[in-house]
């Protein structure tokens, strides 16, 4: 099945500075890909989405990237604040099976 | 109004007895799931459902029974719970239809097993 490997598990930035938090995925016929953010004591909420065919999504200061051919995906951070201090999961469904499969999740913390 | 909504938030339970961990979702989504969440696994699928009656086993359901008795619950049952077991689990819901998979969580149980 799927298997979902996210790196890195920490993630310690300042405040303005940039991030970079990536998953790679195995199952070439994986189509949908999620990012969620679980603040500290919370449940996840979707933060963004992106489909095969799209490629690129931008939204709430965060961009993902999707790069099929190494079956990548990354959300980048432009300029970390405080409030984006939350572990970050990404998710993959492949093959439209209606289960997701989760990476191992990195927790994010931005300095002020 | 949250559309999914668990029941205890907080558990304990000691070895050997049973504990039933409930889900409700006002989603009308026919897909609820129930993961667990521990440290450096990520959440890992234990069962989920397509609709009322219907349970499947999910990536690690051993230990773990579950049940759906309607559209809008689903519940997960340890029937003889394990300290292996403390946890914190998540009831999600989704579509079952082609849109994009995407699914919503409940608050997550605490369960501590002595």
């Known amino acids: 099945g799927e298997q979902v490997e996210q790196r890195p598990p920490h993630l310690s930035v300042r405040e303005g500075d940039s991030a970079v938090i990536t998953c790679t995925y195995t199952?070439?016929?994986?189509?949908?890909f999620f990012w969620y953010k679980q603040e500290p004591g919370a449940s996840l909420q979707l933060l963004m989405k992106?489909?095969?065919?799209?490629e690129i999504n931008e939204g709430q200061g965060f961009t993902v990237l999707l790069n099929k051919k190494d079956k990548r995906l990354s959300l980048n951070l432009t300029a970390a604040h405080p409030g984006d201090s939350a572990a970050y999961f990404c998710?993959?469904?492949?093959?439209?099976?209606?289960?997701?499969?989760f990476g191992q999740g990195t927790v994010l913390s931005v300095i002020p | 109004e949250a559309a999914v909504t668990q029941s205890p938030r907080n558990k304990v339970a000691v070895t050997g007895g049973k504990v039933t961990l409930s889900c409700n979702q006002t989603?009308?989504?026919?897909?609820m799931y129930w993961y667990r969440q521990d440290t450096g696994h990520g959440l890992r699928l234990i069962h989920y459902?397509?609709?009322?009656?219907?349970?499947e086993k999910g990536d690690i359901p051993d230990g773990y029974k579950a049940s759906r008795p309607s559209q809008e619950n689903f519940s997960l049952i340890l029937e003889l719970a394990t300290p292996s077991q403390t946890s914190v689990y998540f009831c999600?819901?989704?579509?079952?239809?082609?849109?994009?998979?995407?699914?919503?969580f409940g608050p997550g149980t605490r369960l501590t097993v002595l």
């Open positions: 999600a819901s989704g579509e079952s239809w082609g849109v994009s998979y995407e699914q919503y």
């Open positions: 199952d070439p016929n994986s189509y949908y």
């Open positions: 992106v489909f095969s065919s799209t």
């Open positions: 998710a993959v469904n492949s093959g439209g099976n209606n289960k997701l499969t």
């Open positions: 989603n009308n989504h026919n897909n």
């Open positions: 459902s397509y609709g009322a009656g219907s349970t």
